[in-house]
């Protein structure tokens, strides 16, 4: 077996932090010796087309790019594809690590300041209370975001997410509408054996198919479900809208894909691209007598600075920190900035209101015939550092995913209202030791979080205070609408059935884990009431976070930004991410939010494409 060691063509240098401090101390000595194979690696470094830091900047660009995260690196590399035009690109964060690209370290980056905001929801009163009610959302901190720091997963949502958007103010993005923009960001790499060229794209910047290893037991759940009626599907991104399958991914031969590595890196050379990167923005100036924005002003290596403004500036920091920017540059609720003695530039109520994202609940099972036995040993990473196959290449059980109708889904039953996610079989973090299977007692344990698709419950963020550094008030109001709730009672129910089907049952002996949230009942009895407290105590909180800067009608009241993404009474300045969704989709939001990249850059491009 070759070692994959192919001589780069050029120096390879480290790009981010490593990825030890997520393992044990006890796991140091075999995971440096695995990283360092990892970060030599030409396939997964890219050292020749990696994004230079630009250090010294023109006075003004035409267009200024806030954000360098998964909407951000699309709009950027599109509106640079005119020569004619310059632009820069602003990312708080550096650029993306090295070992961020093996698919199983996926969690490796969280919980990092220099690779994650690290933010927390304040206090909760019905979720997340089994962490003093505040939940964890990472998001990525460096060029990618959080493309760079989650499961990966392709997925678009139903027709009826977008057709509702378009009914509901947000005009022209119907699905028949918005679907082009799906196909112009996908290269699928299985049509025609796993999907349909019906209803996908093979010409796009970032690759999509289905990962190189997927454990045994993932594809025995998506075999179960069909005892309980859910046949498998291949493709939950075509007409069949609902059942159980091995998701396709953004990864290409055993590698993540994020945006920056789809989109910028295969640009960095162009002349009129500029990035800089570990720089924090802190706020758009507008000039209040034709309420144009001018300039954005900055903060690199401690020092502040502004750049200027030529065409337009794209506030791309996503659903936390654009409207944070907004706030910050005066353009928001009057009576915010106000108390934070902000001058107001255009008072916006809708800026930071709408806060949406979906929530599950969380049960452990345990395999009772199954030992406990590391996915990643000395053998799997050979195998991964020598072929790009095996544990690593994969995300374990997350690659496999439901979407489903609960009994309280709207009566024509087309759009799913619940999710499952599985956890387990996880090749992260081990001192590379085999294990004797017979001489071991502890069995494998695995997880299924149910999530709520349609949440009726609304949030909100706001400022802390003015200075850029200091983190948003978040406030997501997880189950202040009861519908959250009950809707998990019934996806809690299924889980349990799944679980118990004869498949699971006889070949891996799975049972609800004894003791698991005793604090609620029974694990192996529960009830509607130990279903309520599991998620009100183990919240699955997701990071499918959209909607505080909301797309809408002129005469919608909380509309931030209007259906071509521009800011309602501001000239020459854009949202375009997540935050502008006016609803949450039905799946998660990778895919969608790369959609709305690539639609907005359209817009920009189609408004001066004569300048």
């Keep these: 077996m070759m070692l994959n060691t192919a001589t780069c063509l050029c120096p390879i240098r480290d790009y981010g932090p490593s990825m030890l401090p997520s393992c044990g101390s006890s796991f140091i000595l075999f995971m440096s010796i695995l990283e360092t194979y990892v970060n030599r690696s030409c396939d997964l470094a890219d050292p020749c087309d990696r994004v230079k830091d630009r250090t010294q900047l023109y006075k003004s660009y035409d267009f200024v790019v806030i954000g ?17 035009w310059k632009v820069l690109l602003i990312e708080a964060g550096g650029d993306e690590p090295v070992p961020s690209a093996v698919p199983s370290w996926f969690g490796a980056y969280w919980g990092r300041p220099e690779t994650d905001w690290i933010y927390y929801t304040e206090p909760q009163s019905k979720s997340c209370l089994a962490k003093g009610g505040k939940c964890y959302w990472p998001r990525g901190k ?98 069949n809208a609902t059942g159980f399958t091995i998701a396709q991914t953004y990864n290409d031969r055993g590698s993540r894909y994020s945006s920056s590595r789809g989109y910028l890196r295969p640009v960095s050379k162009r002349i ?30 401690g020092k502040k600075r502004t750049v200027g403004v030529r065409k337009e500036a794209i506030i791309s920091g996503g659903t936390i920190n654009s409207p944070q920017i907004l706030l910050l540059s005066g353009i928001g609720p009057k009576e915010t900035l106000e108390k934070f003695n902000i001058p107001v530039i255009k008072d916006l109520p809708g800026v930071g209101q709408n806060l949406i994202n979906h929530v599950g609940s969380s049960f452990d099972f345990t395999l009772t015939k199954e030992s406990d036995i590391p996915e990643l040993t000395w053998s799997t990473a050979i195998e991964y550092i020598a072929e790009r196959k095996g544990p690593l290449s994969a995300t374990g059980l997350s690659q496999g995913v439901s979407l489903i109708n609960s009994p309280m889904a709207p009566a024509h039953g087309r759009q799913p209202d619940i999710q499952y996610f599985f956890y387990g079989y996880s090749a992260h973090c081990t001192d590379g030791s085999v294990a004797n299977q017979n001489d071991l007692k502890n069995r494998r344990h695995i997880t299924i979080s149910p999530i709520a698709l349609q949440p009726r419950s609304r949030g909100y963020l706001t400022l802390r205070s003015a200075d850029p550094f200091d983190k948003p008030v978040l406030q997501p109001n997880y189950f202040d609408e009861e519908h959250e709730l009950n809707v998990l009672v019934e ?45 009100q105590r183990y919240t699955e909180p997701e990071n499918h976070q959209v909607g505080t800067c909301k797309m809408g009608a002129k005469n919608d009241s909380m509309a931030v930004v209007d259906p071509q993404l521009r800011v309602y009474g501001v000239e020459g300045l854009r949202v375009i991410d997540a935050s502008v969704m006016p609803n949450v989709p039905t799946s998660n939001t990778q895919a969608p939010v790369i959609m709305i990249a690539e639609r907005g850059a359209d817009f920009i491009k189609n408004t001066h494409q004569r300048s």
């Design 491 to 535: 996806a809690s129910k299924i889980a349990y059935r799944l679980a118990n089907t004869t498949l699971l049952r006889e070949k891996y002996g799975i049972k609800p884990t004894e003791g698991y949230a005793s604090e609620c009942g029974d694990s192996t009895q529960p009830t509607d009431d130990f279903f309520r407290c599991v998620a």
């Design 68 to 84: 360098g995260g998964t909407a951000g690196s699309v709009v950027a590399s599109r509106l640079s594809e005119n020569p004619m």
């Design 142 to 239: 460096m060029l990618g975001g959080t493309s760079v720091i989650n499961g990966m997963m392709y997925m678009r949502g139903h027709a009826e997410d977008y057709d509702s958007w378009a009914a509901n103010g947000a005009e022209g993005w119907s699905w028949k509408e918005v679907f082009p923009y799906f196909i112009k960001g996908e290269r699928n790499k299985e049509v025609g054996t796993v999907v349909s060229p019906q209803y996908h794209g093979v010409n796009g910047p970032l690759p999509v198919q289905r990962f190189r290893y997927t454990p045994q037991f993932m594809k025995d759940v998506v075999n179960a479900a069909g005892e309980l009626g859910y046949p498998p599907t291949s493709d939950l991104n075509a007409e």
């Design 272 to 301: 009129n691209l500029h990035v800089s990167l570990k720089t924090m923005v802190s706020r758009v100036i507008v000039n209040p007598d034709t309420n144009r924005v001018i300039a954005v002003e900055y903060i690199k290596g």
